[in-house]
């Protein structure tokens, strides 16, 4: 969910520094939405330079596992 957030933060960034370059070249000079453009091109930086998290179906129910929910199958490791 982050690395969708964050692929689109850095449309909107993008998008952000086309209207800003696009203002300044008419002869107005826009620093908000380039300040804005930048703050959302490094937060997308920051979010999609993080590894993707690769599934592990070993984790699927732990809270409720935990709780006493459902019972804990031999092949359980939530103790860690």
């Not at 696009?22 to 939405?33: K, L, Q, Y």
């Amino acid at each position: 969910m982050l690395r969708k957030l964050s692929q689109f933060m850095l449309w909107l960034g993008l998008f952000g520094l086309f209207l800003a370059f696009a203002a300044n070249s008419s002869g107005n000079s826009r620093p908000d939405i380039l300040l804005a453009a930048l703050i959302l091109l490094y937060l997308s930086w920051r979010g999609l330079r993080r590894p993707v998290e690769r599934f592990d179906p070993t984790r699927r129910f732990r809270t409720l596992r935990k709780l006493g929910l459902i019972d804990r199958g031999s092949d359980s490791q939530e103790d860690r």
